[in-house]
C-alpha cells in the first residue's frame, strides 16, 4: 500500500522558516504527483501546494510567494519550504497522493506570535 510520512514540523516564530518533508513508498514516486494541505479545527481542508511528475505546481493564494514546493525523485521525497510564517499558518500539514488517495498522518506547524 501506500505510505506516506511528514516530518520537520514544529514550533517556531512568526517570520521564521520551517522544510517539512514527505517520504513516500508504495507507488511509483517519480511518475505521480504529489501535494500539501493544511487543516486547522473549524476550516475546510485546504491547497498549500502541489506538485506534478513533470514540475507542474500549484499554490494556495494565502501561501503562494512564501512556500516553495519541491521534489527529489532519488529519494522518493516531497518537500515544502516554508519561509515568513504567520500565526495563521499554524495547522496540522498533510502530505498526499491524489492519484491514490491517500494521506500520511500529519506533522504540526505551530506559529506565535
Known amino acids: 500500500q501506500v505510505q506516506l510520512v511528514e516530518s520537520g514540523g514544529g514550533l517556531v516564530q512568526a517570520g521564521g522558516s520551517l522544510r517539512l518533508s514527505c517520504a513516500v513508498s508504495g507507488m511509483r514516486f517519480s511518475t505521480n504527483a504529489i501535494g500539501w494541505h493544511r487543516q486547522v479545527p473549524g476550516k475546510e481542508r485546504e491547497l498549500v501546494a502541489l506538485i506534478s511528475n513533470v514540475g507542474f505546481t500549484n499554490y494556495g493564494d494565502f501561501v503562494k510567494g512564501r512556500f516553495t514546493i519541491s521534489r527529489d525523485n532519488a529519494k522518493n521525497t516531497v518537500y515544502l519550504q516554508m519561509n515568513s510564517l504567520k500565526p495563521e499558518d499554524t495547522a496540522v500539514y498533510y502530505c498526499?497522493?491524489?492519484?491514490?488517495?491517500?494521506w500520511g498522518q500529519g506533522t504540526q506547524v505551530t506559529v506565535s506570535s
Open positions: 498526499n497522493s491524489p492519484r491514490y488517495g491517500s
